[in-house]
């Protein structure tokens, strides 16, 4: 058994020492995503985050896009998919470099998958085939806080 958990701890070490910054490391430890939330197939009425985000806070809704970037817990930016990725000019075209910052960041909302009123311990990348610049549609509750920040308290998700 011990030999289990220092053959661990080295496959942790060795992957963060081999990450760059652009990638946090894999947490061995760390739980999967529940399948209760994955949906097979397409959902209906999906629209596009700007679209979305014209909708009301509290509102329910389905969102499409594509995976900007993942959070280190249950959550991830999803970018309307009229951004197209900047694959000639960047080297991480999912940080959408060749785009004005400010359109950018008005085709993003936050995704979150809550355990209770906070984001899950578990991470989203790499579950069910999830990465960057991969398109999903996104089920939710809608919340826009003061400041016009936008998030999804999402409930399920389903890859296009």
């Known amino acids: ?31 999967a995503m529940p399948d209760s939330f994955w949906v097979e197939g397409p959902m209906a009425d999906a629209v596009g985050v700007l679209s979305a985000k014209q909708s009301p806070s509290g509102s329910v809704v389905v969102v499409k896009g594509q995976v900007q970037d993942f959070g280190e817990l249950a959550t991830f930016r999803l970018v309307d998919s009229s951004l197209p990725p900047c694959t000639d000019q960047c080297p991480t075209p999912w940080d959408f470099c060749c785009e004005d910052p400010s359109d950018v960041a008005a085709a993003t909302i936050n995704v979150e998958f809550l355990d209770g009123d906070l984001p899950a311990a578990w991470g989203l990348k790499g579950a069910r085939g999830l ?24 409930t399920s998700i389903a890859k296009l």
Do not use: Y
Not at 6 to 19: E, G, K, R
Not at 133 to 154: P, Q, S, Y
């Open 131 to 154: 990465d960057h610049l991969t398109a999903v549609c996104v089920k939710g509750t809608l919340h826009i806080d003061e400041a016009g920040n936008t998030r999804l308290a999402a």
């Open 1 to 31: 058994m011990k030999l289990i958990q220092v053959t661990a701890a080295l496959v942790v070490l060795l992957a963060s020492a081999s990450c760059s910054s652009e990638t946090a490391p894999v947490d061995l430890a760390a739980p």
